[in-house]
């Protein structure tokens, strides 16, 4: 019985390992075709519905204006922050230009920096916009085509900027915007109305997708639409928000949330979402696919669930946010906490094992404040894991200990019994039960990592605080798999060899920690079926081939957790072999006296 539940831990270990190795290679969809100046032109016109005074659904998220003769450039309001540079597109109040000031494509110091936003007419367009529906069908309200003015020469952090157009019907709408120091950009929506009669009109913001971004394609990170409305996590793919926006002939996904609430497009590292600033305020927040012209779109917009009536003489307004920008986790908690976000963390999909992948970020983080350097700090955390799990993994060693020191004794029992393997088997019970060993024992280092190492991985590979972080030597990005591979001679063959297959890549960090689980393995016990000793025969094998191509970062904790392993197996195995041998002195002594 023994025997087969060693052999089902072995088996769920390593069938754990295969399938994250699985998710962690992903499933990587082919990049969507350029899209063409003439498609960015023809942009739809999509939005959630709210009822009208009448009754009547109308359209409430942004629609672009008819198509025009041809102008000149547009005029553009410069953007400048101490993390963020760009502009805003005057011709319809887009936030079309924006690249971030702290990041680059690359870990080489002169690529090109991070480029989040971009005009809607370019190949990758994405891009914040803000207007307004007339509910009432006759308000004449700004569109794609607007030209506003701006009383200010730019916005940064200590020049807010009121952008202003007149519709010439007695109505003039304002976008007040205000930017601060990280990836905040607060917006004031108002309407003022000095004509002689009332009007209706809904506010609105969208964040818009001119095209399917490039995806990374890992199972374990989600990519897409994201928000948190009324305090729970809404993730949903690209694929989905179509499928389900087929099936509704709408939006994908629609709801009504409180002021606290966020929705916007996510991706590995990246994130922009629009926030409502009011915590009292119900907006419908939907996630939309539009086709056209054989090219798809992608849309997050929020609007009030019903349209500001404006009587004469009076001003109504309309106060959101968007955050635009990298997903660092201290920003992000601060502004959960100062400007009541509810949940903005979890942009970062630090997944199923929130509860452990968090506090081991924040373990690493504060020790790479005293080190500055993760390596550094992942070998320093990985050791404190390693006397936390202590008392645990020292009564395992223990246990392989003793069957290591028994291994001729169950040799000899299985040599007396070949012909009856029941009675070998009822021996080798009697055994273990008076030496007080577990069989099993030997998977108990494995399995306690498992944990451990999924929620690593997690804080590597999604957090933007482990991108392009380095750490010794050849190993200049933790976040990604070490560059280095056997099959061209670690560089000194001219070509590539995982144009070939992916399991062309062994790289040098690899290699080292397959040599520490194969001599960690060669203190334990021998298996002693046949068939279990040939599975951990393979398991370093087959480990060192699935680790190859996962983060840099988490091969150094396996390998370096390894040496610890060792370190401490062979103290307690000389120990027990000295107490063994003290032991059996001592009863020998005892029988001549």
Request: with cysteine.
């Amino acid at each position: 019985m023994d025997q087969k539940r060693l052999l089902a831990a072995i088996a769920l270990s390593i069938g754990i390992l295969l399938l994250f190795d699985v998710y962690n290679r992903g499933n990587r969809p082919p990049a969507p075709p350029p899209q063409t100046t003439q498609q960015a032109a023809q942009a739809p016109t999509p939005g959630p519905t709210a009822p009208d005074p009448s009754g009547q659904a109308v359209t409430t998220a942004p629609g672009d204006a008819p198509a025009a003769a041809p102008r000149g450039p547009a005029p553009r309001l410069p953007v400048a922050g101490p993390r963020v540079e760009g502009s805003i597109n005057l011709r319809g109040a887009q936030l079309d230009q924006l690249v971030l000031r702290d990041y680059r494509e690359t870990i080489e110091p002169n690529s090109p920096l991070v480029q989040l936003f971009a005009p809607r007419e370019t190949a990758e367009g994405y891009y914040a916009q803000w207007g307004w529906t007339a509910a009432d069908g006759r308000t004449r309200v700004p569109d794609g085509n607007t030209e506003w003015q701006a009383n200010a020469p730019r916005l940064s952090p200590d020049s807010p900027v009121t952008l202003t157009w007149d519709n010439g019907q007695g109505q003039v709408f304002e976008i007040g915007l205000t930017l601060d120091a990280n990836y905040m950009v607060g917006v004031e929506q108002r309407v003022r109305n000095s004509g002689a009669e009332q009007v209706s009109v809904l506010p609105w913001a969208r964040i818009r997708r001119e095209r399917t971004p490039h995806l990374a394609g890992y199972y374990v990170l989600h990519e897409g639409f994201i928000g948190v409305l009324d305090g729970r996590l809404q993730e949903m793919t690209y694929a989905n928000v179509k499928s389900e926006g087929e099936k509704r002939r709408g939006a994908g996904f629609e709801q009504d949330a409180r002021g606290g609430s966020w929705a916007g497009f996510t991706d590995k590292y990246w994130l922009a979402a629009l926030i409502p600033a009011e915590r009292d305020t119900v907006m419908r927040t939907s996630f939309r696919h539009v086709a056209e012209g054989g090219q798809d779109r992608w849309q997050a917009d929020m609007a009030p669930n019903a349209p500001q009536i404006v009587a004469a003489g009076a001003t109504a307004q309309l106060a959101t946010r968007l955050f635009a920008g990298a997903k660092v986790v201290s920003i992000l908690d601060d502004y959960a906490t100062r400007l009541g976000i509810t949940d903005f963390d979890k942009a970062v999909d630090f997944g199923w094992f929130y509860f452990l992948t968090k506090p081991f970020f924040y373990a690493i983080h504060w020790i790479n404040g005293l080190v500055h350097n993760f390596g550094v700090a992942i070998l320093i955390f990985t050791l404190a894991i390693k006397l936390l799990f202590f008392p645990l993994q020292n009564k395992a060693y223990h246990s392989m200990a003793k069957m290591k020191i028994l291994g001729p004794k169950m040799q000899e029992i299985r040599e007396r019994h070949k012909e009856d393997p029941q009675k070998a088997q009822t021996e080798m019970m009697a055994l273990y039960r008076s030496e007080k060993v577990n069989p099993a024992s030997g998977c108990l280092p494995i399995v306690i990592q498992i944990p451990v190492f999924f929620s690593l991985y997690k804080v590597i590979f999604v957090t933007i605080e482990m991108r392009h972080a380095p750490f010794v030597a050849w190993i200049r990005d933790l976040s990604a798999p070490d560059p280095t591979n056997l099959f061209n001679l670690f560089g000194l063959l001219p070509f590539d060899p995982m144009q070939y297959s992916h399991f062309l890549h062994m790289p040098a960090l690899a290699l080292l920690m397959g040599a520490t689980m194969w001599a960690q393995q060669r203190l334990n016990p021998q298996p002693p079926d046949p068939i279990q000793a040939k599975i951990f025969a393979w398991m370093p094998v087959i480990f060192t081939f699935m680790l190859a191509s996962f983060p840099a970062g988490l091969v150094v904790y396996w390998t370096w957790n390894n040496l610890l392993s060792i370190a401490q197996q062979s103290y307690i195995m000389r120990h027990d072999r000295a107490k063994l041998k003290a032991e059996r002195r001592n009863g020998a002594l005892a029988k001549k006296g």
